[in-house]
């Protein structure tokens, strides 16, 4: 899995590629964002549009993520959720956890609106 950071108005933009599949390459995710918090930046989008797939360990990872933001008065969304990927969300009920947008735009304006 690669990781490509971009900041917009305080807003990182970590844009994902290939499979949230657990190991050393998903927990870089975790490690991303914790260096993120250290830095001030405690608002994260989530572009999934190139994450074919992830299983129970991705899903594990996010939630880290998203509890290390919470933790730090942040906030993550996610955006550009793939089919495969929205279904099994759906499937884990992790939907109602994750706020999720269809644009990397308006999931960064929902985050820069508050």
């Known amino acids: 899995m690669k990781i490509k950071e971009k ?3 305080h807003v990182a933009v970590l844009s994902l590629s290939g499979k949230m599949m657990g190991g050393p390459e998903t927990t870089a ?3 991303h964002v914790r260096g993120l918090v250290n830095d001030g930046i405690n608002k994260v989008v989530i572009d999934l549009s190139g994450v074919k797939w992830i299983n129970s360990s991705g899903l594990g990872v996010l939630m880290a993520v998203m509890t290390t933001l919470k933790n730090s008065d942040g906030m993550m969304k ?3 959720i ?3 990927v929205e279904s099994l969300l759906m499937i884990t009920q ?3 956890i ?3 947008f269809d644009s990397v735009e ?3 304006s929902s985050i820069t609106d508050k």
């Open 7 to 9: 900041i917009e108005n």
């Open 29 to 31: 995710l975790h490690d």
């Open 78 to 80: 996610l955006a550009n």
């Open 82 to 84: 793939t089919e495969k």
């Open 94 to 96: 992790l939907m109602r």
């Open 98 to 100: 994750f706020e999720s």
């Open 106 to 108: 308006r999931a960064v």
